[in-house]
Protein backbone atom coordinates (compact mmCIF):
# COMPACT_ATOMS: atom_id res chain seq x y z
CA UNK A 1 0.00 0.00 0.00
CA UNK A 2 2.87 2.56 0.98
CA UNK A 3 4.66 1.57 -2.58
CA UNK A 4 1.50 2.99 -4.42
CA UNK A 5 0.61 6.17 -1.73
CA UNK A 6 4.38 7.13 -2.82
CA UNK A 7 4.30 6.64 -6.61
CA UNK A 8 1.59 9.15 -5.97
CA UNK A 9 2.33 11.59 -3.70
CA UNK A 10 6.02 11.52 -6.34
CA UNK A 11 3.68 11.83 -9.45
CA UNK A 12 1.28 14.76 -8.61
CA UNK A 13 4.24 16.54 -7.06
CA UNK A 14 5.99 16.89 -10.27
CA UNK A 15 3.17 16.74 -12.84
CA UNK A 16 1.91 19.98 -11.31
CA UNK A 17 5.38 21.69 -10.43
CA UNK A 18 6.05 20.77 -14.14
CA UNK A 19 3.23 22.63 -15.92
CA UNK A 20 4.25 26.13 -16.82
CA UNK A 21 7.73 25.17 -15.69
CA UNK A 22 10.86 26.23 -18.17
CA UNK A 23 11.85 22.52 -18.79
CA UNK A 24 8.42 21.76 -19.96
CA UNK A 25 8.70 24.96 -22.20
CA UNK A 26 12.09 23.89 -23.33
CA UNK A 27 10.20 20.79 -24.24
CA UNK A 28 7.45 21.82 -26.32
CA UNK A 29 10.21 24.13 -28.53
CA UNK A 30 11.37 20.90 -29.72
CA UNK A 31 8.01 19.14 -30.58
CA UNK A 32 8.47 20.22 -34.35
CA UNK A 33 11.82 18.97 -34.05
CA UNK A 34 11.63 15.56 -33.60
CA UNK A 35 8.72 12.84 -33.16
CA UNK A 36 6.95 12.86 -29.81
CA UNK A 37 8.10 9.62 -28.79
CA UNK A 38 11.39 10.73 -29.21
CA UNK A 39 11.30 13.87 -26.98
CA UNK A 40 9.24 12.10 -23.91
CA UNK A 41 12.04 8.87 -23.80
CA UNK A 42 14.25 12.53 -23.48
CA UNK A 43 12.27 13.12 -21.09
CA UNK A 44 11.88 10.35 -19.13
CA UNK A 45 15.79 9.71 -19.46
CA UNK A 46 16.71 12.99 -18.23
CA UNK A 47 14.12 12.77 -15.19
CA UNK A 48 15.62 9.41 -14.24
CA UNK A 49 19.31 10.78 -13.79
CA UNK A 50 18.40 14.09 -11.97
CA UNK A 51 15.59 13.11 -9.94
CA UNK A 52 16.31 9.64 -9.86
CA UNK A 53 19.67 10.71 -8.16
CA UNK A 54 18.30 12.96 -5.64
CA UNK A 55 15.49 9.97 -4.05
CA UNK A 56 18.44 7.19 -3.86
CA UNK A 57 20.41 10.14 -2.38
CA UNK A 58 17.98 11.32 0.19
CA UNK A 59 17.08 7.42 0.76
CA UNK A 60 20.64 6.97 1.41
CA UNK A 61 20.71 10.02 3.93
CA UNK A 62 17.38 8.34 5.89
CA UNK A 63 19.24 4.62 5.71
CA UNK A 64 21.98 5.30 8.09
CA UNK A 65 20.68 4.12 11.02
CA UNK A 66 20.45 6.99 13.51
CA UNK A 67 17.44 7.26 14.82
CA UNK A 68 17.65 10.85 15.75
CA UNK A 69 19.25 12.05 12.65
CA UNK A 70 16.04 10.71 10.30
CA UNK A 71 13.87 12.31 12.43
CA UNK A 72 15.75 15.83 12.35
CA UNK A 73 16.09 15.18 8.42
CA UNK A 74 12.04 14.18 7.75
CA UNK A 75 11.22 17.74 9.62
CA UNK A 76 13.91 19.74 7.35
CA UNK A 77 11.85 17.41 4.97
CA UNK A 78 8.63 18.91 5.99
CA UNK A 79 9.61 22.48 6.54
CA UNK A 80 10.96 22.49 3.03
CA UNK A 81 7.85 21.66 1.59
CA UNK A 82 6.28 24.38 3.70
CA UNK A 83 8.83 26.41 2.23
CA UNK A 84 8.43 25.57 -1.51
CA UNK A 85 4.83 26.27 -1.14
CA UNK A 86 5.21 29.24 0.43
CA UNK A 87 7.84 30.85 -1.52
CA UNK A 88 5.68 29.69 -4.87
CA UNK A 89 3.12 32.47 -3.38
CA UNK A 90 6.12 35.14 -3.93
CA UNK A 91 6.58 37.66 -7.37
CA UNK A 92 9.45 35.41 -9.48
CA UNK A 93 12.30 37.18 -9.69
CA UNK A 94 15.34 35.94 -11.87
CA UNK A 95 17.87 35.86 -10.71
CA UNK A 96 21.60 35.50 -12.27
CA UNK A 97 21.91 31.61 -11.49
CA UNK A 98 18.76 31.15 -13.06
CA UNK A 99 19.87 33.74 -16.15
CA UNK A 100 22.92 31.52 -16.39
CA UNK A 101 21.06 28.14 -16.18
CA UNK A 102 18.91 29.42 -19.32
CA UNK A 103 21.75 30.90 -20.97
CA UNK A 104 23.48 26.79 -20.26
CA UNK A 105 20.28 25.13 -21.93
CA UNK A 106 19.89 27.41 -24.85
CA UNK A 107 23.41 26.76 -25.99
CA UNK A 108 22.61 22.77 -25.30
CA UNK A 109 19.45 22.98 -27.48
CA UNK A 110 21.56 24.43 -30.32
CA UNK A 111 23.65 21.63 -30.40
CA UNK A 112 23.70 19.76 -33.54
CA UNK A 113 22.96 15.97 -32.44
CA UNK A 114 20.54 13.60 -31.53
CA UNK A 115 17.32 15.32 -29.57
CA UNK A 116 16.85 12.42 -27.48
CA UNK A 117 20.76 13.23 -25.91
CA UNK A 118 19.61 17.08 -26.08
CA UNK A 119 16.21 16.75 -24.29
CA UNK A 120 17.80 14.35 -21.69
CA UNK A 121 20.76 16.94 -20.67
CA UNK A 122 18.47 19.61 -20.61
CA UNK A 123 15.79 17.89 -18.32
CA UNK A 124 18.99 16.94 -16.25
CA UNK A 125 20.56 20.46 -15.73
CA UNK A 126 17.16 22.32 -15.70
CA UNK A 127 15.92 20.00 -13.06
CA UNK A 128 18.73 20.44 -10.88
CA UNK A 129 18.51 22.35 -7.72
CA UNK A 130 14.60 22.76 -8.78
CA UNK A 131 12.19 22.48 -6.04
CA UNK A 132 11.04 19.65 -7.86
CA UNK A 133 14.21 18.03 -7.77
CA UNK A 134 14.46 19.00 -4.09
CA UNK A 135 10.97 17.54 -3.19
CA UNK A 136 12.43 14.02 -4.58
CA UNK A 137 15.06 14.48 -1.80
CA UNK A 138 12.77 15.09 0.38
CA UNK A 139 10.79 12.25 -0.99
CA UNK A 140 13.66 10.01 -0.78
CA UNK A 141 14.44 10.96 2.93
CA UNK A 142 11.13 10.21 3.89
CA UNK A 143 10.54 7.00 2.18
CA UNK A 144 14.21 5.41 1.88
CA UNK A 145 12.41 2.22 1.42
CA UNK A 146 10.29 3.19 -1.62
CA UNK A 147 12.84 4.17 -4.18
CA UNK A 148 11.61 2.46 -7.00
CA UNK A 149 7.95 3.72 -6.43
CA UNK A 150 9.44 7.43 -5.90
CA UNK A 151 11.59 7.40 -9.26
CA UNK A 152 8.70 5.99 -11.45
CA UNK A 153 6.26 8.41 -9.87
CA UNK A 154 8.60 11.26 -10.94
CA UNK A 155 9.15 9.64 -14.19
CA UNK A 156 5.66 9.57 -14.63
CA UNK A 157 4.68 12.96 -13.82
CA UNK A 158 7.00 14.77 -16.04
CA UNK A 159 6.33 12.31 -18.85
CA UNK A 160 2.49 12.85 -18.35
CA UNK A 161 2.88 16.51 -17.92
CA UNK A 162 5.03 17.28 -21.10
CA UNK A 163 2.72 14.73 -22.99
CA UNK A 164 0.10 17.16 -22.13
CA UNK A 165 2.60 20.06 -23.61
CA UNK A 166 3.01 18.19 -26.56
CA UNK A 167 -0.20 16.91 -27.93
CA UNK A 168 -3.01 19.76 -25.99
CA UNK A 169 -0.24 22.77 -25.13
CA UNK A 170 -2.62 25.18 -26.84
CA UNK A 171 -5.62 23.89 -25.69
CA UNK A 172 -4.46 23.82 -22.12
CA UNK A 173 -2.75 27.61 -22.58
CA UNK A 174 -6.64 28.55 -23.49
CA UNK A 175 -8.64 26.89 -20.60
CA UNK A 176 -6.14 26.81 -17.76
CA UNK A 177 -4.54 29.57 -16.08
CA UNK A 178 -0.86 29.15 -15.61
CA UNK A 179 -1.66 31.19 -12.18
CA UNK A 180 -4.28 28.43 -10.97
CA UNK A 181 -2.30 25.20 -11.73
CA UNK A 182 1.01 27.41 -9.88
CA UNK A 183 -1.20 27.82 -6.53
CA UNK A 184 -2.38 24.21 -6.97
CA UNK A 185 1.00 22.99 -6.77
CA UNK A 186 1.79 25.44 -4.00
CA UNK A 187 -1.20 23.85 -1.96
CA UNK A 188 -0.05 20.41 -2.68
CA UNK A 189 3.78 21.59 -1.26
CA UNK A 190 1.82 23.04 1.99
CA UNK A 191 -0.56 20.61 2.31
CA UNK A 192 2.07 17.90 2.46
CA UNK A 193 4.53 19.48 4.80
CA UNK A 194 1.69 20.30 7.00
CA UNK A 195 0.40 16.81 7.41
CA UNK A 196 4.00 15.66 7.82
CA UNK A 197 4.92 17.84 10.17
CA UNK A 198 1.57 16.77 12.07
CA UNK A 199 1.75 13.34 11.81
CA UNK A 200 5.65 13.44 12.85
CA UNK A 201 5.52 15.43 16.15
CA UNK A 202 1.87 14.26 17.52
Keep these: MELIYTFFVSFFLVFLSELGDKTQLLVLSF ?3 DRAKNILFGVAIGT ?6 AILFGSKLASLGDENFKFYLEIFTYISFLLFGIIGFMPEKYTNSNDTKSSLLQKITNIKINYIFI ?4 IIIGELGDKTFLASLGLGIKYPACKIS ?3 GSIMGMVISN ?5 FGRFLGSKFNPKFV ?3 SNILFLLFGTIGLVTLIF
Excluded: E, Q, V, W
Excluded at 119 to 122: E, H
Excluded at 163 to 167: Q, T, Y
Design 31 to 33: STK
Design 119 to 122: IATS
Design 150 to 152: LIL
Design 163 to 167: SFALF
Design 182 to 184: RIL
Design 48 to 53: FFSHGI
